[in-house]
């Protein structure tokens, strides 16, 4: 008797099934999403290039007083009849701007999530300086949104790409996020730029680099340009860099996606003119 309940069984339940995988045949495959249903976008680093620069005569005016020498203190006093008052702090900031060209090979829109970035200044030499910041970006419309990371903002659980952790020496205030912008002649800000599916744009992002960090690494420079500066000639100080990072992505509920650049090496000649600023 159970083998007679069994193949009855068998026979009602058979072309049940059978009729159900022809309905799914019938039906439109849909792999996404998943955690394998995305590809990360390919980031092209386009380079850097100044944004700001503090002059040859405010660099020159901030920096004499540190390393001529006159006796009885009158080094203050040559220096401002020679460059004018030394400039505050504040003016001598140096902005650059990173150009990424993002291509999005999904089917979906992907927005930016966050750009970690580290720069180190001389770094072939003594007076190197390590700088790392982590931008994070908000979707449009959100209240409040400074560009100030979150917990796990710039972080990957890959080895394969870098994360904040990795630059735990860097200086605090050596390297700061002012924004980002997806179009040429944008000012920068915090909202985040999304890449249609399919589809390719470039990025700017922009950084600044702190005065009292950077040009106490500069000073040795400047010391090697004393007899200038004694003479009243004004100098400009070629600073090299080397630059790395990662690109996160936002999935949604898949997560992030990352996609690390550099290290690449260049240098900032301080005091060139700037004859346009993008974004």
Request: glycine fraction near 10%; proline fraction near 9%.
């Amino acid at each position: 008797m159970p083998r007679m309940r069994f193949a009855k069984l068998i026979g009602v339940v058979a072309p049940l099934l059978l009729s159900s995988c022809a309905m799914l045949q019938q039906l439109p495959l849909d792999r996404g999403p998943g955690p394998n249903a995305l590809v990360p976008p390919a980031i092209t680093f386009q380079g850097a290039r100044l944004a700001r620069t503090p002059s040859q005569a405010q660099m020159a005016a901030y920096m004499c007083p540190e390393v001529v020498s006159v006796p009885f203190g009158g080094a203050g006093i040559l220096c401002q009849g020679f460059f004018g008052a030394r400039p505050p702090a504040a003016d001598m900031a140096v902005s650059f701007d990173l150009t990424f060209h993002v291509q999005n090979p999904n089917g979906v829109t992907i927005p930016l999530a966050s750009v970690l970035t580290a720069v180190t200044v001389f770094p072939a030499a003594t007076n190197q300086r390590l700088g790392a910041a982590c931008l994070q970006l908000c979707p449009e419309g959100t209240p409040g949104c400074t560009g100030q990371p979150a917990p796990g903002a710039c972080e990957a659980s890959s080895r394969d790409v870098r994360s904040l952790n990795d630059f735990a020496g860097a200086a605090a205030n050596l390297l700061m996020a002012a924004g980002v912008a997806a179009a040429a002649g944008q000012p920068p800000s915090f909202v985040a730029p999304r890449v249609s599916g399919a589809s390719q744009m470039d990025v700017t992002v922009r950084f600044s680099l702190g005065p009292e960090e950077l040009f106490a690494a500069v000073r040795q420079l400047a010391a090697q340009s004393v007899d200038q500066l004694r003479a009243g000639r004004a100098v400009t100080f070629a600073v090299p860099y080397r630059l790395e990072g990662t690109v996160f992505f936002d999935t949604g509920s898949l997560g992030r996606l990352a996609v690390g650049f550099g290290p690449t090496d260049g240098v900032f000649n301080l005091g060139d003119v700037i004859t346009a600023s993008s974004p």
